[in-house]
């Protein structure tokens, strides 16, 4: 059974949220439910935050070595090896 709060927030931190809800694909009532449920329930902050995590993206982190380097100097370096 789910019950109306009504909850006194900062207009820009809805405004944060709603796009986030947004890029998420869920309402900012399940988000808010989601952490009520996980700080209620004993959850550690690093559980919680496991349960956000997004397997796809994350897996392409470090995939690419940060050299500094703008995009348009790499992709010249590349063609450059490539056609040399």
């Known amino acids: 059974m789910t019950t109306k709060l009504t909850l006194t927030i ?3 931190i809805i405004k944060r949220a709603k796009s986030y809800a947004l890029d998420k694909n869920k309402s900012v009532s ?3 439910e ?3 449920n ?5 959850t550690t902050p690093i ?3 496991k349960a ?3 397997p796809i993206t994350d897996s392409l ?3 690419f070595a940060d050299t500094g380097k703008d995009y348009k100097t790499l992709l010249d370096e590349i063609r450059m090896e ?3």
């Open 82 to 84: 490539r056609f040399l």
């Open 10 to 12: 900062d207009k820009a």
């Open 30 to 32: 399940r988000i808010v």
């Open 34 to 36: 989601d952490y009520l």
């Open 47 to 49: 559980e919680f935050s």
């Open 61 to 63: 982190v470090g995939m």
């Open 38 to 42: 996980n700080i209620s329930s004993g």
């Open 52 to 54: 956000l995590e997004a």
